[in-house]
């Protein structure tokens, strides 16, 4: 099945929020983090051929569905979001942008949750972003904008480094 035809069974049981938050899993085997959705799939495979297909109004619900994540406390909500809105951005570079979202309450409402559970994110003990070195929080908060200098460095995707041999 492809991810499209995910997407449409989802719509038509009343699940169309679960390809936001993350317990509908959009991927590709060589994604960055493995059991969450990658948001260029997302965007390309289902958001994007629906609009065409004649989806109009799915600007709005993605609008309403982030909203509703990012208000909520469940860790792996917000990230949905906020990985949603990253990916609108992406498609628009690569895709161009055939509709116009303003995600800026979206953020500013995620940001407020972020910073009301900090402690969750910094201690999440889930193995959703087991792929990633440093902690849900590290993530999140600079994709909000929250003090990047409040970020350690070590808060970054995990990169295989080439080992050089010593020359005589």
Known sequence: MSHLDTYKEAMAAGREIDCYNNKIVFCERDSFMIGLTDDQVLWRDCILPLYEEGDHDLP???????????????????YGALSTIHGYILSSIFYGRPFEI????????????????????????????????????????????????????????????NKKKDSV
């Open 60 to 78: 709005n619900r993605i609008k309403q569905y982030v909203m509703q994540l990012a208000n909520t406390d469940d860790i792996v909500c917000v």
């Open 102 to 161: 303003d995600f800026s309450e979206c953020i500013d409402t995620a940001r407020k949750t972020i910073l009301r559970n900090e402690e969750a994110f910094k201690n999440y003990q889930g193995n959703k972003f087991s792929s990633y070195i440093g902690n849900p929080y590290d993530l999140v908060a600079e994709m909000v904008g929250i003090k990047k200098d409040q970020i350690p460095q070590k808060a970054r995707p995990i990169k295989k480094k």
